[in-house]
């Protein structure tokens, strides 16, 4: 996978299943500092409808946020700094 300088790779940090929306999970990617992350929203329609989930993405700066809390930046510093150890960005978790 070929990184564009404009893309910024960060590592899944959390998995997990919308309280408010029936099927929806939700993929929480982070930087390795934890500073920034970025969300992926995924609909599953049917037993069927399987869709990879890799160990990392790259994402554009502007679909990033900010991580104001300090446990939790230290708590996704951790596992993508984790992430990053034991998988290739490609590897599907």
Do not use: C
């Amino acid at each position: 996978m070929t990184v564009q300088a404009e893309t910024v790779r960060v590592w899944l940090v959390e998995r997990t299943y919308s309280d408010d929306e029936q099927n929806l999970i939700i993929l929480t990617y982070a930087t390795p500092d934890g500073e920034r992350y970025f969300r992926k929203e995924r609909a599953l329609t049917s037993f069927g409808d399987i869709r990879d989930t890799t160990a990392a993405v790259d994402a554009e700066p502007g679909n990033l946020g900010a991580v104001d809390d300090a446990d939790l930046r230290e708590r996704y510093a951790t596992e993508a700094q984790r992430m990053a150890d034991v998988h290739d960005p490609g590897d599907l978790i």
